[in-house]
């Protein structure tokens, strides 16, 4: 029988454990934490049980997630409808996905009119799709990149557009060569089935589903070993045999499988390129900071969530729990920054941090009677890689390196370029690389 270990036990790990299991193939996953989740736990902030970040899952899973899903849930889940809206810098918002009547109330005849040559001159010129600035221009024209996108970007990543990567476009406005009426219905007008759709949230947040994939991976004879303290791969050359804990104790296995950042893989290999560390060392990370805020006066924010795209607001994005969990009374936001270690905002205290968020709130809903209770700021370092036109390069050169080893795969959102990936890609991933694994198993039995 083959024993697989799994590092990181995020979504991707514990799904992927989950199915391996479920085919009795014996996994360990060895977490640094002292709980399951990853980035997707359910955190305890000011008295209430919240997410790092708006987590929440569309109702129409594949069917392979929603068998999971659905035992390990139950009914124990709100269902809502997605309600977000976008910021804009007139303090109009668009609804998301919004109607194009609401589109059209936010442009003057003249822009709409420039918009439309924009959108002309892009058709008819010659395709240049080699960073972000110019994969959109080519696809929505000039105009509306710059109306929409261009701000918006460069506070998100603080790069400019033209060193962004067009995979960042692709991420936000979907793959192919899409034309002009579909691009603009995706990201403005949504289609009815994206309407229709439901989204739900665990009643007790998040980490009641990665605590029941824990109960059903060691039910199933899995182990997980928190706090785990891994000190190097088990080597003979470049195979991987198993890993080395810090207390020196030596665990074989026939394959590991990695979720964990790369330049926590790389430690473990004990090998350094210098090439390799000098081209990670560029890689662009941002920072992001949650600043938690309970309100004494409910401001009655029935969206999920609201996208400041309005580049006088250094906010990204705002965040209403009590909107997943159809629940009332005192509201638990969430407003977000996203930062470079330089920026002052990262450098601040609490009490500076909390200033800026209540000034922020105050450009969000002027006017309204803005009365807090308490604030509770969380930061996370190297949160995103920024999608520059480098990443992929250097995604590219730790891929090489690594297919100098055997024994070793590696998946999950750390191995990803696409700043997009989310909970539930990991959790899609993971069951997809469990089945590569049982599939090459079973031929393997068969030969
Ligand atoms: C700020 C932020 C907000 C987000 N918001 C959303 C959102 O609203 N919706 C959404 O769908 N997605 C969101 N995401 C992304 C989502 O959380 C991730 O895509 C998902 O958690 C990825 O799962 P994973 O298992 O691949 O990785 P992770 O969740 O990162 O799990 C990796 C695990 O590996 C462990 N680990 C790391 N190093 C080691 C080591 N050396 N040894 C052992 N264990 C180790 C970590 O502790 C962690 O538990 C957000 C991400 C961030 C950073």
Redesign the pocket.
């Known amino acids: 029988m083959s024993t697989i270990a799994i ?7 514990l799904s992927a454990a989950a199915e391996l299991l479920q085919h009795k193939v014996a996994v360990d996953i ?4 002292n709980t399951v ?4 736990k359910t955190i305890d902030v000011l008295g209430d049980r919240v997410e ?4 929440f899952f569309s109702a129409d899973f594949n069917p392979g997630l929603k068998k999971n899903i659905s035992e390990f849930l139950k009914d124990d889940v709100f269902v809502f409808d997605r309600l977000t809206r976008i910021c804009l810098d007139n303090g109009l918002s668009l609804k998301y996905p919004p109607q194009i009547s609401d589109i059209l109330k936010n442009m003057s005849f003249t822009e709409m009119v420039k918009a439309s040559f924009s959108y002309l001159a892009a058709m008819l010129g010659k395709k240049n799709e080699t960073d972000f600035e110019s994969y959109m221009k080519s696809k929505i024209g000039g105009f509306m990149y710059e109306k929409f996108f261009m701000d918006y970007s460069k506070k998100l990543w603080n790069i400019d557009g033209s060193n962004l990567s067009p995979q960042f476009g692709i991420s936000l406005i979907g793959f192919g060569d899409l034309n002009f009426v579909s691009i603009i219905k995706k990201l403005f007008v949504g289609n009815k089935s994206a309407r229709l759709t439901k989204y739900i949230y665990p009643k007790k947040g998040f980490s009641e589903l990665w605590n029941k994939y824990s109960e059903m991976i060691q039910s199933n004879g899995g182990n997980i070993y928190l706090n ?1 303290a ?1 000190k190097k791969f088990d080597l003979d050359g470049k195979k991987i045999n198993g890993i080395i804990l810090d207390d020196g104790t030596v665990k074989k296995y026939d394959l590991v499988l990695s ?3 790369d330049p ?1 893989i790389l430690a473990l290999t004990g090998e350094f390129p210098d090439t390799l560390k000098e081209s990670m060392k560029k890689i662009h990370f941002r920072n ?1 900071i949650f600043v938690y805020m309970q309100m004494d006066e409910l401001l009655h924010v029935a969206d999920q969530n609201i996208y400041v795209y309005n580049k006088n607001i250094k906010a990204v994005r705002l965040t209403n729990f009590n909107s997943f969990r159809n629940k009332t009374g005192k509201e638990t936001l969430m407003i977000e920054y996203w930062t470079d270690e330089q920026e002052p905002i990262w450098q601040s205290s609490d009490e500076e941090i909390c200033s800026i968020a209540k000034s922020d709130m105050a450009k969000i809903f002027p006017g309204e009677k803005l009365i807090y209770n308490r604030f509770a700021v969380k930061k ?1 370092p190297r ?2 890689r920024a999608p520059d036109v480098n990443l992929e390069h250097v995604n590219n050169s730790f891929i090489a390196f690594l297919n100098e080893y055997s024994g070793l795969l590696r998946f ?3 191995s990803q370029v696409n700043f997009n ?6 959790l899609n991933e993971g069951i997809k690389v469990a089945k590569k694994i049982i599939a090459m198993l079973e031929q393997h039995a068969s030969e």
Do not use: N
């Open positions: 590092i990181g036990a995020g979504p991707a790990g060895y977490e640094r934490d989740g990853g980035l997707a790092m970040g708006p987590h785990a891994l979720t964990i950042p926590a992001v996370i949160a995103y999950g959102r750390s990936y989310g909970m539930e890609d990991a």
